[in-house]
């Protein structure tokens, strides 16, 4: 219902910043609530940061929180996660999905895109 497709990953060095990109496609749909998710090499997926659909609250993981912030546009169906100071436990795929209300929750997400990868280097 909500095709979304994450851009952005890619090489950065430890303390510096990357933007990454989720759009989706449709009309109502794609005013779903998002969260970023992530999944580090051998370990499970884990939430990162999540947006009201209408970009009025938001959620974080402690482990990203003053460091990444979340924040979408509906004209253009896009949410982004902005993350500075990275750490190479950062490194990680990122997964972009839509739930119908704001949460953390992994199950009560409906729709996932493919993934970005970041990878951080010291």
């Known amino acids: 219902q909500v095709p979304l497709v994450e851009s952005g990953g890619g090489l950065v060095l430890a303390g510096g910043s990357l933007r990454l990109s989720c759009t989706a496609s449709g009309r109502s749909f794609s005013i779903y609530a998002r969260g970023w998710f992530r999944r580090a090499p051998g370990k499970e997926r884990e939430f990162v940061a999540a947006i009201s659909r209408y970009g009025d609250n938001t959620y974080y993981a402690d482990s990203v929180k003053g460091r990444f912030t979340i924040s979408r546009d509906n004209a253009k169906n896009t949410v982004y996660l902005q993350m500075d100071n990275v750490k190479p436990d950062d490194t990680a795929v990122y997964y972009c999905?839509?739930?119908?209300?704001?949460?953390?929750?992994?199950?009560?997400?409906?729709?996932w895109g493919q993934g970005t990868q970041v990878t951080v280097s010291s």
């Open positions: 999905a839509a739930s119908s209300a704001l949460t953390t929750r992994e199950p009560l997400y409906e729709d």
